[in-house]
């Protein structure tokens, strides 16, 4: 069975940083491409960051490109989001979600909260 | 970036009607267009990708269509779980993008 799961969130005062993480099993990690999406309490989804399978290869949203830095260790499995420079406009639950063959997200993680407020 | 448009916001219907939500993308996605449900508490989950391809596990009163920049999400039958919130996103350019969401609400 597939597998994600997020760790990492909790409460950050602005200004701050947190590193999310996204444990993956029941697949080859190496051979997919992940991506992190958040959505804000009550709002949409915003797509926020993606990495290709050997990690040399990365995007971000406009809204956090410089402040957030994804990366993913395919040894342990695992996808990490460094964020820094936190607003309170990043509160929101973070998703990793598996780019399947077909090319959109077959698979996600539970979802993990980051809440910025002092 | 390309915008994504999704309409109505709210669509009430009682269980057994057809539900048709409807993504407007600001520029032609071709049919590089998908469609997510979100039940409260959870991640979303692949329903129609590529415009008109259900996911696995899918079942076949989910139904997509369109390309360009019109698109249409068709629920035969409603049954009590799809009562959500549904998504279309776009994967024709980056940054990638979502809709705002049509959540399907118990009339």
């Known amino acids: 069975e597939v597998q994600l799961v997020e760790s990492g969130g909790g409460l950050v005062q602005p200004g701050g940083s947190l590193r999310l993480s996204c444990a993956a099993s029941?697949?080859?990690?190496?051979?997919?491409?992940i991506h992190w999406v958040r959505q804000a309490p009550g709002k949409g989804l915003e797509y926020v960051s993606a990495i290709n399978t050997n990690g040399d290869s990365t995007y971000y949203a406009n809204s956090v490109k410089g402040r957030f830095t994804i990366s993913r260790d395919n040894s342990k499995n695992t996808l990490y989001l460094q964020m820094g420079s936190l607003r309170a406009e990043d509160t929101a639950a973070y998703y990793c979600a598996r780019s399947g063959r077909s090319g959109w997200y077959d698979s996600w993680g539970q979802g993990i909260l980051v809440t910025v407020s002092s | 970036e390309i915008v994504l448009t999704q309409s109505p916001a709210t669509l009430s219907l009682s269980p057994g009607e057809r539900a048709t939500l409807s993504c407007r993308a600001s520029?032609?996605?071709?049919?590089?267009l998908g469609w997510y449900q979100q039940r409260p508490g959870q991640a979303p989950r692949l329903l129609i990708y590529?415009?008109?391809n259900r996911a696995t596990g899918i079942p076949a009163r989910f139904s997509g269509s369109g390309s360009g920049t019109d698109f249409t999400l068709t629920i035969s039958s409603l049954e009590p779980e799809d009562f959500a919130v549904y998504y279309c996103q776009q994967r024709s350019d980056w940054p990638l993008t979502f809709g705002g969401g049509t959540k399907v609400e118990i009339k």
């Open positions: 520029q032609s996605v071709s049919s590089y």
């Open positions: 590529d415009a008109s």
């Open positions: 029941g697949f080859t990690f190496s051979n997919y491409a």
